[in-house]
């Protein structure tokens, strides 16, 4: 029987599931339900007619992803950084913080999305997954982190610092269209404002905030 360990083992093995399921299934009709769409109607013939967003899709477009490598790096990364945060964390404010990253980078991500006036659809787990990144450089802002390309070493904080204005830069550029770029800085913001939230709670001495 299998056995899940770990909160962040389970957000993998969902993933994981959803995906192949969804190619198993029909995709084009998951698309249009659980992906983040922008707000309104939208006619889209490839789909089958119109989509639009529902309240659902804050949370179910994190579990859809676009391709294998799509799903790969999400998991990957959930997996290098989520283990130490959760151990740290524990599991109930792991899963707080994680699902606090994919609400906001839904939030900035409609946004975004319905002012450029393009109803196109939203899937990934990245804006929880770079709410993690964000997560792991403040609790191991020394840490040592390797760059794959170049493979060039540095501090965990510095790392994510870059990561944040290349996305921004990224963003604003229009450079690597197709990519959720201030989803993921939205996924950083709200994971940065629960980290805040919690520490000021311990500065007031109350545990609960």
Partial sequence: MLRVRSANSLLILASALVFFFVQASRPEAVIATFALWPFGTHAVPELGGTVGFAPWQLVTYAF????????FLNLFALWMFGRECEQVLGTA?????YFAAVLTAALTQLVVVSA?????????????VF????????LYPRRRIVLLFPPVPMPAWA???LYGVVELWLGVSGTAAGI???AHLGGMLGAWIVLVRWRQGRISGDPGS
């Fill in 131 to 138: 709410g993690v990144l964000l997560t792991f450089a403040w």
């Fill in 180 to 182: 959720a770029h201030f």
């Fill in 159 to 161: 790392f994510v610092t």
């Fill in 93 to 97: 404010r792991y899963l707080q913080l």
């Fill in 116 to 128: 450029s006036g393009e109803p196109s659809p939203t899937v990934g787990a990245s804006g929880g």
């Fill in 64 to 71: 859809l992803h676009g391709n294998p490598l799509h799903l």
